[in-house]
């Protein structure tokens, strides 16, 4: 009698430890982008974020979501694809939004301007909306003409997680060039971290393709690196604090 009531409960903590890992999985990717929104809203400053963040993980979650149609992975990870769409689509419109308060340049840059010039740097929400759109469908006829390649589904497999590796590598370039990581939330890059080290030790235990956990590997990495650069710039600091915030400010004022 007590062993079959100590089996339930093995079998209850299980189940909910399951559902934990399941909830982490889905939604632990988009917990870190709470603290960058709270942020951007409070100060009324997206300098310091890089939408080209958004754009990484827009790219990387509609190519994972047109492998599946080729090589069959759990339901979960297409969840957080789409969770992770539409919280991007979210920090897009909020940043263009507080750009476009602050911009001096009143003239209107859109995406039928085909002005590679201005990339992802355009004036309204619905213009990235064009885009995205843009890419899924010319992505979606590729796919659908190669799905019988296993060569090209494993390749689309590779760029979908590699792409998602490459998560860091504008926030990263944009500490770079502005000598600072001051508008950054750190808290989100300490999320960034502990989340990409728990998915990639998820897929490990799970099995997932090949491509999930190497490219794992390389976010983590990343990450390390942007918290290497957050230790680099308060220690030896490049230029005068609050330069950023003061110019949006000022810009703002005008």
Not at 60 to 77: C, D, K, V
Not at 159 to 179: D, I, R, S, W
């Amino acid at each position: 009698m007590e062993d079959e009531v100590f089996d339930q409960i093995v079998a209850v903590i299980n189940s909910l430890v399951s559902w934990v890992a399941a909830g982490a999985m889905v939604f632990g990717g988009v917990v870190p982008y709470i603290p960058q929104y709270r942020d951007i809203r409070r100060t009324q400053n997206a300098e310091g974020f890089s939408t080209y963040v958004c754009l990484v993980l827009l790219v990387a979650n509609i190519l994972r979501i047109l492998f599946r149609f080729g090589r069959y992975f759990e339901t979960l990870l297409l969840l957080q694809s789409i969770v992770m769409i539409t919280t991007m689509l979210i920090m897009l419109n909020l940043c263009t939004n507080v750009r476009m308060a602050t911009e001096l340049n009143t003239k209107r840059r859109t995406f039928i301007d085909f002005d590679w010039n201005h990339f992802w740097s355009w004036s309204h929400f619905v213009d990235y909306l064009q885009c995205v759109l843009a890419f899924t469908l010319v992505a979606a006829y590729i796919t659908y003409l190669l799905l019988d390649s296993a060569v090209f589904v494993e390749t689309l497999g590779f760029l979908a997680v590699f792409t998602e590796a490459m998560l860091g590598t504008p926030q990263l370039h944009c500490n770079y060039q502005n000598k600072s990581t001051e508008g950054m939330s750190i808290k989100m890059v300490l999320m960034w971290t502990s989340g990409d080290t728990f998915k990639t030790v998820y897929f490990l235990f799970t099995q997932a393709p090949v491509q999930f956990w190497t490219c794992g590997l390389l976010q983590v990495f990343v990450d390390l690196s942007i918290l290497f650069q957050v230790y680099y710039y308060s220690r030896y600091p490049q230029k005068p604090v609050s330069h950023t915030v003061s110019l949006a400010s000022s810009a703002k004022a005008l």
